[in-house]
């Protein structure tokens, strides 16, 4: 059953508060430039069937994990979206969000940036003007995210 605008309302208040949007850069020794980035979009909850609407609306992967270091805490699953799928959940919460809109804003850009602008034969040979772009948005999501005072 599709979500009702009520539904996507009340996942993207959950998501400001539980989720998370980054932009990774990731080392791979095979490539140019000797890394990627990648779009991630995740939310954890101690609760699976909380979660399961939105990963039968949109897709996504399970993990689960449990602390190692504080003994009584409940186990978390985690459900994360990459690539075209980040996408398309930021896009249906993206009206909606108010913490962290402009973080979605931004992955939004990544992943445009990511799929539109690479090279002849699908090689991921971007424009200078593109890399620079990205570098940029990478570090302000690495401040957005940052924990702490800043």
Known sequence: ?????????????????EGSISLIRRNVPTTRRGYRYFVQVSIGQVSKEILEP??????????YRESRTLPNAKPV???????????TIL?????YLR???HRAEL????RQILSSHRGGRGHRRYEERYLLRLEEIYMEMKYLNKKGRR
Request: charged share 20%; aromatic share 20%.
């Open 1 to 17: 059953m599709p979500f009702t605008r009520n539904d996507v309302r009340y996942y993207a208040g959950f998501f400001d508060g």
């Open 54 to 63: 939105l990963r039968v609306q949109f897709g996504g992967s399970w993990s």
């Open 77 to 87: 699953w985690n459900l994360r979206w990459w690539g075209l799928r980040s996408t």
């Open 91 to 95: 896009k249906a919460l993206l009206p």
């Open 99 to 101: 913490l962290k809109k």
């Open 107 to 110: 992955a939004i850009e990544a």
